[in-house]
């Protein structure tokens, strides 16, 4: 299968997987009364399907000689620290500061999937 289509719905398939895991997030922190042990599940669910999608898109990156590779790469590694420091307040019972995690994690990953995916699918698709 060519780069260009296994990044576009590979990549569109674990973006929606993290959506998913995002908007569950979501749904349990708003609950009455949340379940500490169901989110910080969530919480490492949401980071470590982040993570797998990083790592796929960055061996994708190195196999095509993407030339944005490092700025694509400084991005994942922010958005992978928000999560670790959302977690990190999380567990040491500051949920006040976490309220918002889903949907200020979802702006960051859309903000950078206009700026950095779709630059990254232009030139997959660009190649022969
Ligand atoms: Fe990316
Ligand atoms: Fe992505």
Redesign the pocket.
Known sequence: MPAAHAYTSDNHDEHLDMETVGAHLAALMAEDAPDRILIAQSLSLLKASALLH?AH?EALMKEANYPNLFH?RRS?NYIANEISVFISAFVSGREATTNDIWPHLKATLDA?IIR??NDLASFLNTKP
């Open positions: 990083f898109e694509h994942h950078h950095h995916d």
